[in-house]
């Protein structure tokens, strides 16, 4: 219930990566979606089907390897 009546009163001033899961049974992806709209944020959807809310317990290789290739493109810009 608190993240579907959040609503983003800033805007960080950071580069902002969101990744979510497509198969998360706690949080619908709809809200990281929204995050990524109004933040205009860098975003990854996680489309494996036994990837859910913990993805750093889940598949932390997989979520690693996308955090280092984004840094990675963050840092060449």
Request: some cysteine; aromatic content about 12%.
């Amino acid at each position: 219930i608190a993240g579907a009546r959040f609503s983003p009163s800033f805007v960080p001033k950071i580069p902002t990566f969101i990744i979510a899961a497509r198969f998360d049974r706690l949080a619908h992806f709809s809200c990281s979606e929204k995050l990524q709209k109004v933040w205009k944020a860098d975003f990854h959807m996680i489309e494996d089907k036994h990837i859910g809310h913990g993805v750093h317990i889940d598949a932390p290789i997989e979520l690693a390897q996308l955090i280092y290739e984004w840094s990675e493109k963050k840092i060449s810009i």
